[in-house]
């Protein structure tokens, strides 16, 4: 059963959200190659799902380096926990082992699981660390407040 993208699952960093839409995509791309047991596809799939998760996590983690993120370095290491795990599986697959819909469950699991409750404890330090970016860019731009100021009063 394909994963159904909800509310619950959005994080309000409209970038990460649209990349963990991305890897559900390729999670249910999996799933209908599994149906299908087209080892190429499953095998090519595999292949574009962890490019795409290790540069999604090289990203939030990049996030949560620069917001300060207390947790940023756990955090990490779960990321690579998991890109391990998911390797060993691509290994299997390549080995020949029919390892589809094992795989289906472990990610779908898995992925929920991490951007319900791994993801959503970063999102406040990195919402308000792109916040204080934003306001320092519109300053600048704006020449600030004082400048403003007394080019009204001129």
């Not at 990049?62 to 993120?69: M, N, V």
């Not at 472990?106 to 409750?117: D, P, Q, S």
């Amino acid at each position: 059963m394909p994963i159904t993208w909800n509310p619950e699952l959005d994080t309000g960093i409209d970038v990460i959200d649209q990349q963990h839409r991305r890897i559900v995509n390729y999670i249910n791309a999996l799933e209908v190659a599994n149906a299908t047991r087209d080892r190429a596809a499953i095998g090519r799939t595999l292949d574009e799902l962890v490019e795409y998760t290790i540069s999604h996590f090289a990203f939030e983690e990049s996030l949560q380096e620069e917001a300060g993120y207390a947790f940023s370095k756990p955090h990490k290491r779960v990321h690579e926990l998991f890109v391990r795990r998911v390797n060993e599986y691509v290994e299997r697959h390549r080995l020949g082992d029919d390892i589809g819909d094992e795989l289906y469950k472990l990610l779908a699991t898995w992925l929920v699981n991490h951007i319900k409750r791994d993801d959503s404890d970063y999102v406040g330090a990195v919402k308000a660390n792109m916040i204080g970016i934003i306001a320092e860019k519109r300053e600048r731009q704006d020449g600030g407040w004082f400048r403003r100021f007394f080019r009204r009063a001129a």
